[in-house]
């Protein structure tokens, strides 16, 4: 099996000044996970190699450059999951951790459970030796005076975030053996509710693998994705069309309609082939082929 890979840096109004910044970001991503596959590696050590990239540029929402909720902390969420078993790992509302895409496999590889929360998330990662990190190491000067700003805009509503600001970071990969892994991390939506949890930890909503239907990543206004469970409902797609864009594009006419939601989804099926679609102004994402002599950039 040849391998292939998509990565996405969120869907909303991505103003021009930003444009390059998330064209980079999402290119060192798929290249980073790119490297990966061809020197023999699996889907999900690609997945996560990709989102790292992207959790260390604060050009994104997810790790570093994450959005502040409304108390001025940051609150990460990511998950992730194995096509190949359907193994899958999830935390939310972390604190004082760089990666949590990391510390998502590592709920998926070293415990019982699926998803940890908060404390609980915590407890975990000092447990499994993840060190941790201040507030300073996430939350860049841009956040701080996002929040003070927010802070005194009585009509500022989650939604509305996605016309303006929002960058949730995914990645689905197929390895050489065939299998293929999915993954998604955020920092959720600007002032958020301390607690609040959106689409990105929910096995169905923000990620979902299985080697027989492919695999998928969503981003956007997580309340809507959440009650379409967008990225297993673009696979059940897939799997009725065949072709991965017509399948995006489904997606996301049924989050639209039936949730008059806002975002995006990237999805590969299981012979490789990518296919993405979002109802917001832009979206960041990267892929590549085989049949792809470079990675693929587009808004």
Not at 109 to 122: D, F, K
């Amino acid at each position: 099996m040849q391998p292939s890979i998509i990565v996405h840096g969120g869907a909303w109004d991505i103003p021009p000044d930003l444009h390059q910044a998330h064209q980079e970001g999402t290119l060192r991503a798929v290249d980073a996970g790119w490297a990966v596959l061809v020197a023999g590696g699996s889907a999900m050590d690609a997945v996560e190699a990709a989102i790292v990239v992207m959790e260390d540029d604060e050009t994104f929402d997810a790790g570093r450059g994450a959005f502040l909720n409304a108390d001025g902390q940051v609150e990460l969420d990511a998950g992730c999951m194995n096509g190949a078993d359907l193994q899958a790992g999830a935390v939310a509302g972390v604190q004082f951790i760089r990666n949590p895409i990391r510390l998502a496999r590592a709920v998926m590889e070293r415990s019982e459970h699926v998803l940890l929360i908060a404390q609980g998330a915590q407890r975990f990662a000092h447990k499994m030796g993840f060190p941790t990190c201040d507030l300073t190491d996430l939350a860049v000067p841009r956040e701080f005076e996002r929040w003070q700003k927010l802070l005194y805009d009585r009509t500022y509503s989650a939604r509305q975030s996605f016309s303006h600001q929002a960058d949730t970071v995914g990645c689905v990969a197929l390895d050489q053996a065939g299998h293929i892994a999915a993954g998604t991390s955020t920092g959720g939506t600007p002032n958020k509710m301390p607690g609040r949890v959106g689409d990105v930890p929910i096995i169905g909503s923000g990620f979902y693998a299985d080697d027989e239907f492919g695999g998928a990543s969503s981003t956007g206004w997580g309340e809507s994705i959440a009650k379409v469970l967008l990225a297993r409902l673009a696979l059940h797609l897939l799997h009725q069309e065949g072709d991965p864009q017509v399948a995006a594009q489904g997606a996301i006419q049924i989050l639209s309609d039936k949730a008059n939601g806002l975002g995006g989804v990237v999805l590969i099926s299981p012979d490789g082939q990518p296919g993405w679609d979002y109802n917001t102004p832009c979206m960041a994402y990267a892929y590549r082929t085989p049949e792809t002599d470079t990675p693929v950039v587009g808004l």
